[in-house]
């Protein structure tokens, strides 16, 4: 069950754990594409040479 509470209290801290939940999508956002922009070269220069296709 979820409990809640407006305690003014608690708010920086909720803010706090917003904050670092949007900065965790961004970064994660940041590698995904850099992982699609660059997969075409990894396949060809790690994979291919890997399975001996020439």
């Known amino acids: ?28 956002t940041i590698v995904v594409y850099d992982w699609a922009l660059t997969f075409g070269q990894e396949f060809e220069l790690v994979w291919v040479s890997r399975l001996g296709v020439t």
């Open 1 to 28: 069950m979820t409990i809640v509470s407006n305690n003014p209290s608690l708010w920086p801290i909720i803010s706090y754990y917003r904050g670092c939940s949007y900065m965790d999508v961004a970064c994660l």
